[in-house]
């Protein structure tokens, strides 16, 4: 697919040298980023300006508005595309995604979502290209025209949108022979409080009121136990999983 047929988009929001990594690794192909820092990119590439708190989703729906071609692969402003993985979605067409890996190795061979509310990282390597349940918003080949959720502020509105626009693409498919980088955390610290608090609230937004909620707590109180390095660490997450839980039941 030519780039007159599909544009990256990067939303951003501070790792500079991060994303100049990432467009270092996008040449031939029509890119847009999306300007959602605090203090403004001085940078000469095509971009939108955002205000610099809109979170992922909106960041990521104004770019998806703003490009002209029917097609787009979103891309986090600290990931890159290994040798051809951009081609190889283009092609493949769809709401498709690669392999991500990053400093532990694999990271995502695709989500698998459980109907009680859990959502885990798919980590075993297929060795052909297949369905999956969701895919990660880190590199996302989707199109133009597609919208994520903005009540999602950061994390699980992926998710979402594989679940509501998926079936009318013929659902979202890992290819496995596509490769792309994904450092991690780079907008958000993932064992912070405010990425608990969203990340819980992601969840919940998934699922029917009900016992999943005790489900979902209960799996993010876990998750913080085996995770915590020290004290401090849980008192800031634990009292985030509350927080979260509002945030998704007051809508």
């Given at each position: 697919m ?14 500079r ?25 001085d940078?000469?590439?095509a ?15 104004a ?14 402003d600290?990931a ?17 995604g ?17 109907g ?14 297949g369905p ?8 996302l ?18 998710v ?31 064992r ?8 819980v ?14 489900v ?23 009292p ?12």
């Amino acid at each position: 697919m030519t780039s007159d047929l599909l544009t990256v988009v990067i939303p951003y929001h501070s790792q500079r040298a991060l994303l100049e990594r990432a467009l270092s690794h996008l040449a031939g192909w029509s890119v847009l980023v999306v300007d959602d820092s605090e203090a403004g990119l001085d940078l000469d590439v095509a971009r939108i300006r955002l205000g610099g708190s809109g979170g992922f989703a909106r960041a990521a729906n104004a770019g998806l508005a703003a490009v002209r071609t029917p097609w787009a692969v979103l891309l986090n402003d600290d990931a890159y595309p290994i040798e051809d993985c951009i081609d190889r979605l283009s092609h493949a067409g769809g709401l498709c995604g690669p392999l991500l890996v990053g400093p532990n190795g694999v990271e995502s061979a695709g989500l698998s979502v459980r109907g009680w509310g859990r959502v885990v990282q798919v980590t075993r390597v297929p060795g052909v290209d297949g369905p999956v349940d969701a895919l990660s918003g880190c590199c996302l080949h989707l199109p133009a025209s597609a919208r994520f959720n903005p009540a999602f502020r950061h994390g699980y509105e992926d998710v979402e949108l594989c679940r509501r626009v998926g079936p009318a693409l013929g659902g979202a498919r890992l290819m496995a022979h596509a490769r792309c980088w994904h450092e991690g955390g780079a907008s958000l610290d993932r064992r912070s409080g405010e990425a608990q608090r969203h990340a819980v609230s992601g969840q919940l937004r998934l699922v029917e009121p009900g016992w999943r909620d005790a489900v979902v707590a209960g799996l993010a109180l876990a998750q913080i136990a085996r995770e915590a390095r020290s004290v401090a660490e849980v008192r800031d997450r634990a009292p985030a999983v509350v927080a979260g839980w509002r945030d998704a039941r007051r809508g």
